[in-house]
């Protein structure tokens, strides 16, 4: 058995992304207990990192990148798994120091899989990816946290990206009225078909702001960090919450106590790589109830392996839109 996948490789001068078939022993000398045949992966901000050697994701080398994959299973040591299974890998360090499923058979953990939902199909469940998934747990944790569609605009930070996107379209869904902090604002045709109806240019929070600012978001996810991420807490309103699940500005955080002790808002941080099976359970639940799956087909586009290093380098760049969902055996 050869695996045609994206594999990473440097030394201490030169670095290379290239397509390899990779056989099946190399795979089985990753720490696994199940193979899987690959059906799909994604390509997320983190995968764009490793695939254009642009930050510190990669710890092991060589790599075969991909954080997100959908498949079947070949084989598994876990009887809770049988042949034809098809399960959904998110996270676990796959993609760095584990490969990953940006090829055409993974050897995984079984404790890493969750079972797909039924009402989503292989290609939907990469759509939605890590990204969504993540944004799942945000929206959720905003839930919990008692905000409800009444007390006022959600604010969605990189909306045009995964998370945003799918974050969007669970909030509006759940009939929350949202404003999308975007650096596209001249061209938000992509953003008002999800259902934002408000807008603000995302380079209005990349400065240092005010510790304490006008009050306007009743809660906000945040995928950009450092003074965006200040700036934002610093708008919250009384007793709101901010939930950070990434860093694409910095990963500092320039911010003073005045809108926690003041105001009492809450700063929840967002953990989708090592999150609980049960945890894992219930957000991917959360999707296949309120998501509308017709409209992931607006957010995602099918690419293949070859396709993968382009497409990383305009996710840094920050040039794209919506979903890249990668079928691995084209």
């Not at 084989?75 to 399960?87: A, I, R």
């Not at 469940?125 to 969504?132: E, P, R, V």
């Not at 905000?147 to 995964?162: D, F, K, R």
């Not at 105001?263 to 894992?280: E, Q, W």
Request: glycine share 10%; charged share 10%; net charge neutral.
């Amino acid at each position: 058995m050869l695996a045609k996948a994206i594999l990473l490789e440097k030394n201490q001068t030169t670095f290379s992304c290239h397509i390899q078939n990779i056989t099946e022993e190399a795979l089985l000398q990753q720490t696994g207990d199940t193979l899987l045949q690959m059906q799909y992966s994604s390509l997320n901000y983190k995968d764009a990192l490793a695939i254009t050697n642009t930050g510190p994701v990669v710890r092991q080398w060589p790599m075969i990148p991909g954080i997100d994959g959908v498949g079947t299973i070949i084989h598994s040591n876990n009887k809770q798994y049988q042949s034809g299974d098809s399960v959904i890998l998110n996270g676990w360090g796959c993609g760095e120091i584990h490969w990953g499923c940006l090829s055409q058979y993974a050897y995984l953990k079984s404790d890493w899989l969750i079972p797909l939902p039924t009402n989503i199909s292989a290609q939907q469940a990469m759509i939605i990816g890590t990204a969504g998934y993540t944004a799942a747990l945000c929206v959720q944790r905003i839930i919990e946290h008692g905000i409800t569609p009444e007390q006022g605009n959600i604010l969605i930070t990189g909306a045009t990206g995964g998370v945003g996107s799918v974050a969007i379209m669970l909030l509006t869904q759940l009939g929350y009225t949202i404003t999308a902090a975007t650096s596209k604002i001249n061209n938000t045709d992509y953003l008002q078909q999800l259902g934002v109806q408000h807008f603000i240019d995302s380079k209005t929070l990349a400065c240092a702001g005010k510790p304490l600012q006008k009050e306007q978001w009743a809660a906000a996810i945040d995928v950009l960090g450092s003074h965006s991420l200040a700036n934002i807490c610093a708008q919250i309103q009384y007793g709101g919450i901010v939930t950070a699940c990434g860093l694409a500005q910095s990963m500092d955080f320039p911010a003073t106590v005045a809108p926690f002790i003041l105001r009492g808002i809450t700063l929840a941080g967002i953990d989708s790589v090592m999150a609980p099976y049960p945890k894992r359970i219930a957000a991917w639940d959360f999707l296949a109830k309120n998501l509308n799956t017709k409209q992931l087909q607006h957010i995602g586009q099918i690419i293949s392996l070859n396709e993968c290093p382009k497409i990383a380098q305009d996710i840094i760049n920050g040039t794209i839109k919506g979903r890249f969902i990668v079928d691995v055996n084209h």
